[in-house]
């Protein structure tokens, strides 16, 4: 009889929960995918769908939070389709690929390691499926260099490769902190009170394949005190940390993954990252 309350009382506290989220179709939406229904597949039939990326949809909740789910192949019924074991015919992931998005984004560690850097998640379902965070605002490519702090928008940091630099330039001033085979780096020094940048001539290279060694002096001179200067910024600062440690391409750092919560910049999708071997205990 105890055992039995116990459940009751959880049920009850986990359906308060998931109403105060996304009312009565969330619990239902839940409900539903215990069942054995694709969560993607229910998602569809339950609320407004804002987007997606390579192994997740997102659908609205309302004005203050969102549902992330898996993406997972169903008929009409919502029952799976496939094995989950294997390769996704559209994207290559397989469903544990898929389920590390939502795990790493749902890491209590990870929010402390990296304060205000990612949506902050409320929900998490048991295979984490689905998890409920919190909505940002989507940004544009110009927004995002004006709140990088950086010059204005012009076609030489839009559709040049000078935004696309200036990411892995940032990228590897932020790893001064770990070891580095300064026999295998570019090392350029600035004022003794300015942060020193180092570029790895293997990943300095822009989607054109021009180098850093290859731009103009003064071209190069005037990106790297961008660099400094912009990383000046905690918050910044700590964003490139936090994609140089998790490990996400710099191919990633588009404004369809960037968004603004509070007037900060979020990154929004972890669907790239690798296995989090950097993070500190």
């Known amino acids: 009889m105890k055992l039995l309350f116990e459940n009751w009382r959880k049920f009850l506290n986990e359906k308060k929960e998931l109403e105060y989220f996304g009312g009565d179709n969330l619990v239902k939406f839940s409900n539903e995918v215990k069942t054995g229904k694709v969560a993607n597949c229910v998602a569809k039939k339950m609320f407004k769908r804002l987007g997606g990326g390579s192994t997740r949809e997102v659908f609205s909740l309302g004005e203050d939070f969102v549902l992330k789910v898996i993406k997972e192949n169903s008929d009409k019924d919502c029952s799976p389709v496939g094995d989950p074991k ?92 770990q070891e580095i085979n300064e026999s295998e780096t570019y090392r350029f020094v600035g004022d003794d009170d300015d942060a020193t940048v180092i570029m790895k001539p293997e990943v300095v290279r822009d989607i054109r394949g021009t180098s850093a060694e290859e731009l103009e002096e003064k071209e190069k001179q005037e990106l790297l005190d961008t660099v400094k200067q912009v990383l000046k910024d905690p918050h910044i600062r700590m964003i490139f940390r936090a994609v140089d440690e998790l490990r996400i391409p710099p191919r990633e750092l588009r404004d369809d993954n960037f968004g603004v919560k509070d007037g900060k910049l979020v990154i929004l999708d972890a669907s790239v990252w690798e296995e989090r071997v950097n993070l500190k205990e």
């Open 86 to 177: 294997k390769p996704d015919e559209k994207t290559g992931f397989v469903r544990g690929q898929k389920i590390v998005s939502n795990a790493n984004e749902a890491d209590l560690k990870m929010q402390q390691d990296y304060p205000d850097v990612f949506p902050k998640t409320y929900e998490v379902a048991e295979d984490y499926s689905w998890i409920v965070s919190e909505r940002v605002d989507p940004i544009h490519e110009d927004d995002l260099i004006k709140m990088l702090g950086l010059p204005e928008p012009d076609y030489q940091w839009i559709m040049g490769n000078k935004l696309r630099l200036f990411f892995e330039m940032a990228i590897q001033n932020v790893q001064l902190g």
